[in-house]
């Protein structure tokens, strides 16, 4: 599912993939367009229309329909390139944008160079169902805090506020406090949100039975404080061959954890970062970087060039502080993977002769 150099001498055929319906563009040797058809997006319908046909270099675009697709077309006999949406500028930027003129777009591209298509890699059918899991756990996750945000701005509109209180205590701790006039309307919310901690709690339990019994390199992982099984598990799914990576350093921006750049001449400004990659991942590095930086952190490497980093000051100097301790976390993460070494916290600061603890 990789791009080489061009695809003279082979058909090409550019597929815009479609919820329901998908279009299709074949491109002959000769760069003409030979056939312009439809297919329902059924792996049914697939597996029809593109078995028994000539060897094709087959493009798509990364979204919903594109890993099943991309795995059925490998396997039945064609080179799939899927397609980076961040590198197809030239198809959202055309002001006559519909699904055949994209299907063309695609094919044309990837016969003229697949590289500038930013090839992806779709992970395998097991990585995709264990990653399911982790996902299905944030869903609830972001619903029950959807709940009590609900519950807290209704009480609050009410005149009256709910104590504080961990997430997973909320339903029983604030269930006496609930206005008498509000217990109809909030009653049955607060009886979902308990249904969801308890659903979340049987999420957290299959994670760690799944790293522990499949994924037995997230033990190395979880080494680092901060780093739960969660964190531990994503990583190991999302990266899945750390080999991919020759450069550990290059994970960070992987990850989206790298910052913009739009230099010009002497102008260097500072950017947000690039937010490419897995979102999610992303927000569980960061939370572990925050861990990290807080009050419950243990004195190590990263808590020292975190602080240093947010001690500078300026305008969200810990924001930018918690990013940074969580892209040397993701390249550490790595390297421990590759390595299999035991984590030594203090490692740099013992090489510089550094061994007086970071102020909080």
Wanted: hydrophobic residues 40%; aromatic residues 4%; glycine residues 10%.
């Amino acid at each position: 599912m990789i791009g080489g150099d061009g695809h003279e001498g082979r058909v090409t055929v550019g597929v815009d993939l479609g919820d329901r319906t998908s279009q299709c563009c074949v491109l002959g040797e000769d760069g003409q367009v030979r056939e312009e058809f439809s297919v329902p997006t059924t792996q049914q319908a697939f597996r029809r229309r593109f078995s028994g046909q000539e060897h094709a270099c087959i493009v798509l675009e990364a979204g919903l329909h594109s890993p099943w697709a991309s795995r059925l077309l490998c396997e039945l006999g064609h080179e799939v390139i899927v397609a980076n949406p961040r590198r197809l500028r030239l198809i959202y930027g055309n002001d006559s944008k519909n699904d055949k003129a994209d299907a063309t777009y695609l094919a044309r591209v990837g016969k003229l160079d697949p590289s500038l298509l930013g090839p992806l890699a779709h992970r395998s059918a097991t990585n995709q169902a264990d990653s399911a899991l982790i996902r299905s756990r944030g869903a609830l996750v972001r619903t029950r805090a959807t709940l009590i945000n609900h519950t807290r701005g209704i009480v609050k509109s009410f005149g009256e506020r709910l104590p504080r209180c961990s997430t997973r205590a909320f339903a029983n701790k604030v269930e006496a406090q609930l206005p008498e006039a509000l217990r109809p309307a909030l009653g049955p919310v607060l009886s979902m949100i308990s249904a969801l901690t308890s659903e979340i709690r049987g999420l957290d339990r299959k994670i760690e039975d799944l790293a522990r019994d499949r994924y037995p390199e997230t033990s190395l992982l979880s080494q680092v404080p901060g780093v739960g099984s969660l964190t531990a598990l994503a990583y190991v799914l999302r990266v899945e061959d750390p080999a991919r990576f020759p450069h550990a350093r290059s994970v960070g921006s992987y990850f989206g954890l790298r910052p913009r750049q739009a230099d010009s001449g002497r102008l260097k400004p500072q950017l947000r970062i690039t937010k490419a990659g897995d979102q999610m991942l992303r927000c569980l590095l960061v939370g572990s970087a925050q861990y990290i930086l807080g009050p419950f952190g243990p004195d190590t490497d990263l808590r020292r060039f975190g602080l240093a980093l947010a001690a500078r000051g300026g305008k969200s100097a810990k924001k930018r502080a918690a990013v940074a301790v969580a892209r040397k976390l993701s390249v550490l993460l790595l390297r421990l993977w590759t390595s299999g070494e035991v984590y030594e916290p203090l490692r740099n600061a013992h090489l510089r002769g550094e061994i007086a603890p970071a102020s909080a």
